[in-house]
């Protein structure tokens, strides 16, 4: 099992640019989601999705869209890259009642000039 | 509103001393409640996790936490911290009404030898 994985690790975009950051999990997870974490200020949640073709928006969702058309993928795309979405995003999935803990993907830096 | 947090940012231990990290949540039904672990430029991993019956949970690398009702606390502890034990700590609660997940904003823990 290789898990929860994530690409690209490492990413700069200029102002308004548009990217793709790619999760994919093979334990057949329902439940996957996607965080921005920034000092200080721990893990938020930016969207979820509770099965293929479900998704909801989390705590900090503008600016960024999902998809979910398959239970192992789940990318988060930014729209129009601005400054304020510079930070660490990390991709994790779980049952749909989250009783065993959600499983994190390595992460993806991302700088945004 | 749903809500966890850690009132201590940063902590330094000296090695072989004991740990205690301080959870706080605020939920209307018991949720159920993590602790992860995330060293230097890594993903999360999850150390326990509590979401019924005995309110003392062991976890992976010496770690326990109780689980509080009256104090709406989940403290981590440890009797005996090595060096490697220096990472940050973020605890976490979801499920009942919601399965989304939420993060306090973490404690450093840095450990002198």
């Known amino acids: 099992n290789a898990g929860v994985t994530q690409t690209p690790k490492f990413q700069v975009l200029k102002t308004g640019q548009s990217m793709t950051l790619q999760c994919a999990q093979d334990m057949n997870h329902e439940y996957m989601s996607w965080y921005r974490q920034d000092p200080g200020m721990g893990l938020r949640l930016i969207h979820y999705?509770?099965?293929?073709?479900?998704?909801d928006q989390g705590e900090v969702p503008n600016g960024y869209n999902v998809s979910r058309s398959t239970t192992e993928d789940f990318p988060l795309r930014l729209l129009s890259a601005a400054p304020s979405q510079t930070s660490v995003y990390f991709c994790a999935s779980s049952r749909v009642s989250l009783e065993g803990g959600q499983f994190f993907g390595p992460g993806t830096r991302l700088t945004v000039l | 509103a749903q809500s966890v947090t850690q009132p201590d940012i940063h902590i330094t231990v000296s090695e072989g001393a004991s740990l205690e990290l301080r959870c706080n949540y605020s939920?209307?039904?018991?949720?159920?409640l993590f602790w992860y672990v995330q060293s230097p430029g890594q993903g999360l991993q999850l150390l326990l996790k509590?979401?019924?019956?005995?309110?003392l949970v062991q976890g992976i690398k010496g770690f326990e936490a109780e689980f509080k009702r009256s104090q709406s606390s989940f403290n981590l502890r440890k009797p005996s911290v090595h060096w490697s034990d220096a990472a940050e700590y973020f605890c976490?609660?979801?499920?009942?009404?919601?399965?989304?997940?939420?993060f306090g904003t973490g404690t450093l823990l840095a450990v002198q030898p």
């Open positions: 976490a609660g979801g499920g009942g009404a919601t399965n989304k997940l939420i």
């Open positions: 509590y979401f019924s019956g005995d309110t």
């Open positions: 999705s509770v099965g293929a073709g479900i998704t």
């Open positions: 939920y209307g039904a018991t949720p159920y």
